[in-house]
Protein backbone atom coordinates (compact mmCIF):
# COMPACT_ATOMS: atom_id res chain seq x y z
CA UNK A 1 0.00 0.00 0.00
CA UNK A 2 1.62 3.11 -1.46
CA UNK A 3 1.41 6.46 0.74
CA UNK A 4 -0.45 8.45 -1.11
CA UNK A 5 -0.25 12.47 -1.15
CA UNK A 6 -2.91 14.56 -1.76
CA UNK A 7 -3.44 18.12 -2.15
CA UNK A 8 -6.98 19.37 -0.73
CA UNK A 9 -9.13 20.58 -3.44
CA UNK A 10 -6.66 19.60 -6.45
CA UNK A 11 -5.83 22.27 -8.58
CA UNK A 12 -8.12 24.70 -7.16
CA UNK A 13 -6.34 24.52 -3.65
CA UNK A 14 -7.61 25.91 -0.64
CA UNK A 15 -9.70 28.93 -0.79
CA UNK A 16 -12.85 30.67 -1.36
CA UNK A 17 -12.80 31.86 -4.73
CA UNK A 18 -15.13 29.04 -7.49
CA UNK A 19 -17.11 27.64 -4.57
CA UNK A 20 -14.86 24.62 -4.52
CA UNK A 21 -17.12 21.17 -2.61
CA UNK A 22 -14.59 20.19 -0.09
CA UNK A 23 -17.01 17.64 1.30
CA UNK A 24 -17.44 16.31 -2.27
CA UNK A 25 -13.42 16.63 -2.42
CA UNK A 26 -12.85 14.36 0.63
CA UNK A 27 -15.93 11.66 0.33
CA UNK A 28 -14.71 11.08 -3.02
CA UNK A 29 -11.31 9.68 -1.84
CA UNK A 30 -10.12 6.88 0.43
CA UNK A 31 -7.86 8.06 2.84
CA UNK A 32 -5.55 6.31 5.16
CA UNK A 33 -2.31 6.41 7.51
CA UNK A 34 0.72 7.72 5.90
CA UNK A 35 -1.21 9.46 3.73
CA UNK A 36 -0.02 13.12 3.41
CA UNK A 37 -2.80 15.88 3.18
CA UNK A 38 -1.16 19.60 1.48
CA UNK A 39 -3.29 22.96 1.59
CA UNK A 40 -2.10 25.08 -1.43
CA UNK A 41 -3.25 28.91 -0.80
CA UNK A 42 -1.99 32.16 -0.18
CA UNK A 43 -0.87 32.90 3.37
CA UNK A 44 -1.79 36.91 3.26
CA UNK A 45 -6.34 35.92 2.87
CA UNK A 46 -6.34 31.87 4.63
CA UNK A 47 -4.81 29.67 6.75
CA UNK A 48 -5.62 26.08 7.72
CA UNK A 49 -7.02 25.01 11.80
CA UNK A 50 -7.43 21.66 12.40
CA UNK A 51 -10.80 21.74 15.12
CA UNK A 52 -12.91 19.98 16.84
CA UNK A 53 -15.96 18.41 15.25
CA UNK A 54 -18.40 20.98 17.51
CA UNK A 55 -15.97 23.51 16.17
CA UNK A 56 -16.07 22.46 12.43
CA UNK A 57 -19.81 22.28 12.90
CA UNK A 58 -20.29 25.91 13.77
CA UNK A 59 -17.14 27.75 12.31
CA UNK A 60 -15.98 28.30 15.27
CA UNK A 61 -11.97 29.11 15.11
CA UNK A 62 -11.28 30.40 18.63
CA UNK A 63 -9.87 27.17 19.78
CA UNK A 64 -8.23 25.02 17.23
CA UNK A 65 -6.41 22.02 17.82
CA UNK A 66 -3.45 22.66 15.26
CA UNK A 67 -2.73 25.83 13.15
CA UNK A 68 -0.71 25.89 9.78
CA UNK A 69 0.43 29.13 8.16
CA UNK A 70 2.41 28.76 5.29
CA UNK A 71 0.41 28.51 2.35
CA UNK A 72 1.79 24.88 1.87
CA UNK A 73 1.38 23.12 4.90
CA UNK A 74 1.72 19.23 4.67
CA UNK A 75 -0.12 17.36 7.14
CA UNK A 76 0.89 13.84 7.43
CA UNK A 77 -2.37 11.32 8.61
CA UNK A 78 -0.37 9.36 11.55
CA UNK A 79 -3.58 7.65 13.39
CA UNK A 80 -6.84 6.90 11.61
CA UNK A 81 -9.44 9.08 12.67
CA UNK A 82 -11.99 11.78 11.71
CA UNK A 83 -9.80 15.56 11.20
CA UNK A 84 -11.63 18.38 10.87
CA UNK A 85 -9.86 21.46 9.14
CA UNK A 86 -11.01 24.76 8.44
CA UNK A 87 -9.65 28.41 6.82
CA UNK A 88 -9.59 30.66 9.80
CA UNK A 89 -10.33 34.05 8.37
CA UNK A 90 -13.39 35.60 8.94
CA UNK A 91 -15.77 34.32 6.68
CA UNK A 92 -14.07 32.34 4.95
CA UNK A 93 -15.32 28.54 7.04
CA UNK A 94 -18.91 29.58 6.49
CA UNK A 95 -18.70 30.33 2.98
CA UNK A 96 -17.40 26.83 2.62
CA UNK A 97 -14.06 26.65 2.68
CA UNK A 98 -14.09 23.74 5.44
CA UNK A 99 -13.15 20.26 5.17
CA UNK A 100 -13.49 17.09 7.03
CA UNK A 101 -10.94 13.51 6.20
CA UNK A 102 -12.40 10.62 7.46
CA UNK A 103 -9.45 7.93 7.71
CA UNK A 104 -10.17 4.34 8.75
CA UNK A 105 -8.36 1.78 10.64
CA UNK A 106 -6.36 0.02 8.76
CA UNK A 107 -7.46 -3.40 8.30
CA UNK A 108 -5.54 -6.59 9.21
CA UNK A 109 -4.07 -8.72 7.64
CA UNK A 110 -5.10 -11.76 9.54
CA UNK A 111 -7.69 -12.14 12.38
CA UNK A 112 -6.31 -11.29 16.29
CA UNK A 113 -5.60 -13.98 18.09
CA UNK A 114 -6.43 -11.94 21.42
CA UNK A 115 -9.63 -9.71 20.53
CA UNK A 116 -10.61 -7.94 23.76
CA UNK A 117 -13.38 -9.79 25.72
CA UNK A 118 -15.72 -6.52 26.12
CA UNK A 119 -14.55 -4.54 22.93
CA UNK A 120 -14.98 -1.44 24.54
CA UNK A 121 -16.77 1.89 23.52
CA UNK A 122 -14.49 1.20 20.92
CA UNK A 123 -15.86 -1.89 19.32
CA UNK A 124 -18.83 0.28 18.48
CA UNK A 125 -17.31 2.72 16.45
CA UNK A 126 -19.39 4.25 13.41
CA UNK A 127 -15.77 3.65 11.20
CA UNK A 128 -16.18 0.22 10.54
CA UNK A 129 -19.03 -1.98 10.66
CA UNK A 130 -20.87 -3.08 13.17
CA UNK A 131 -19.65 -6.56 14.98
CA UNK A 132 -21.84 -9.86 14.65
CA UNK A 133 -23.95 -10.54 17.67
CA UNK A 134 -23.88 -6.79 18.83
CA UNK A 135 -27.13 -6.12 17.39
CA UNK A 136 -29.16 -3.68 19.15
CA UNK A 137 -31.91 -5.41 20.72
CA UNK A 138 -34.89 -5.54 18.81
CA UNK A 139 -38.60 -3.42 19.09
CA UNK A 140 -39.22 -6.55 21.43
CA UNK A 141 -37.49 -5.98 23.94
CA UNK A 142 -38.84 -1.91 24.69
CA UNK A 143 -41.64 -1.63 27.62
CA UNK A 144 -45.10 -2.81 27.56
CA UNK A 145 -46.57 0.57 27.36
CA UNK A 146 -44.89 2.12 23.97
CA UNK A 147 -46.21 -1.34 22.49
CA UNK A 148 -49.32 -0.52 23.72
CA UNK A 149 -49.50 2.84 22.24
CA UNK A 150 -48.03 1.84 18.72
CA UNK A 151 -51.44 -0.57 18.79
CA UNK A 152 -53.06 1.62 15.95
CA UNK A 153 -56.22 4.31 16.71
CU1 LIG B 1 -9.66 31.33 3.85
Not at 84 to 106: E, L, M, N, S, T
Not at 133 to 141: E, I, S, T
Request: hydrophobic share 30%.
Amino acid sequence: MAATVYDVGDSAGWTIIGNVDYNQWSSSKIFKVDDTLIFNYDPQYHNVLQVSRSDFHSCDATSPIAAYSTGNDSIPIRTSGHYFYICGFVGHCQAGQKVDIRVPRPIQPTGTPNESPDGGPQALSALGPAPIGRRMPGPFMNSGKSILLDFGR
